[in-house]
């Protein structure tokens, strides 16, 4: 049985006990107040994304400083964005092992991630009695 709720921070899994004192799902001004000791919402980020893409918030469900830090990423030109991913993609552990010609893949319901198609070399079998 769906329950409807009449605001977004009602639908909130936490609405009942918490205590925030700067909501992102809360339609009224979004502020932060320094001086308020409550704290701050925990709710995981794509959480409240999706209640706040529902709901058609202004902050999309999004805390002010990842508000901010999304439109300063949409204003960069796709050069500098293109730029920006590539570098990552160097210093990324998974970027580099890609590269090598691992694949990180993620069974679903089968356990860990494990690496497939991945090249045996004496260093990796050493060790391991075969």
């Known amino acids: 049985m769906a329950?409807?709720?009449?605001?977004?921070?009602?639908e909130c899994s936490r609405f009942q006990k918490c205590d925030c004192s700067d909501c992102p799902l809360?339609?009224?001004?979004?502020?932060?107040?320094?001086?308020?000791?409550t704290k701050k919402c925990t709710?995981?980020?794509s959480i409240r994304k999706r209640i706040g893409l529902k709901?058609?918030?202004?902050?999309k469900g999004l805390k002010s400083r990842e508000l901010k830090s999304k439109q300063r990423?949409?204003?960069?030109?796709?050069?500098v964005k293109e730029e920006?991913?590539?570098?990552?993609?160097?210093?990324?552990?998974?970027?580099?092992?890609n590269?090598?010609?691992?694949?990180?893949?993620?069974k679903p319901k089968q356990g860990p991630t494990t690496l497939t198609n991945s090249p045996k070399t004496p260093e990796m079998?050493?060790?391991r009695g075969k």
């Open 43 to 45: 709710l995981a980020k």
């Open 73 to 79: 990423w949409d204003a960069l030109p796709e050069s």
């Open 26 to 37: 809360e339609t009224k001004k979004y502020y932060s107040d320094k001086s308020d000791p």
């Open 99 to 106: 590269a090598k010609g691992y694949k990180l893949t993620r």
């Open 3 to 10: 329950t409807e709720f009449e605001t977004a921070s009602e």
């Open 125 to 127: 079998t050493q060790g």
């Open 84 to 97: 920006r991913k590539e570098r990552l993609r160097k210093i990324s552990i998974i970027g580099r092992l």
């Open 55 to 59: 709901w058609h918030l202004k902050n």
